[in-house]
């Protein structure tokens, strides 16, 4: 009887070993999952990377990495405006009820609707849409109020859209188009934009832009992708997908300027409608 009462309890202690190695085992495979989830929601969040440094590409809360900054890009009337495809703006929307020289207010759809994702057309071969500046003009600079160029044009300084003002604003070099390889190589980067409630003209020989006229306001967006459009024409460039951002927490990023983008040789050549298949690196430099 003392035998089989041994055997009986040495059966009981081993199934409470094997119970509690296995409890361990589950509570270990629970930690590691946590640990994966936990690293996913930090590198979504741009929150602490483990070191207490919070590294990320944001602070957790939705704000801007203060590392990161902005591309300076122009928008005229063939990609945002009232009535315009693919989204049948309203001219509240878009500002156009208080359009001006200088406008610098955030259009009200945009101001309106932080986080959502819309498609933007991008005009046509030889009527585009986008615009960047490779160079900022000295006369930008000593124009005021700040040291930067970029910056007193982004917030309409003397001739530079205050009270109207536009003297600065004519033949300015290297104003560029962007055609289809130029929109895909801004994927994934952030954008600050003012808008234009006309056409931006643009010369050939040289390349030179005139940036006078109405503005709508100002906008932020990611670009998300870029895709050939095949529901129009054969001139047709091609539509952007974009998130839009709140533009009170990246307004204060630094400017940068796309300075490698590419040179189109005229209002017909390159054609250029289609996103390569592979996109070439983009290179930017401060907006100064």
Known sequence: MRNLESFYRLIFALLLVFSLSAACSNDDDVNEVDDVTDDLTDDINGSDDGDGNGDGNGDGNGEPDPDAAAVFVLIDEESIDNGNEPNDFTETDVNDDISQIGQREVLAYFNDN??????????????????????????WDEAGPNENGARNFLEAGPGLGQDESEDLLDEIPEVTPLRATGLSMLTGQTIIAIVYDSDISINYDPLEGNLQGENLGVVAFEVLNVTERTDGSDSDLPSVNIRILDYAAVAALELNLFSNAPTPESSSEPEDTTPPETIPDIELSPAE
């Open 114 to 139: 932080a986080g959502e994702e819309i498609t933007l057309y991008t005009g046509q071969t030889g009527d585009e849409a986008w615009f960047v500046l490779k160079e900022i003009p000295s006369s």
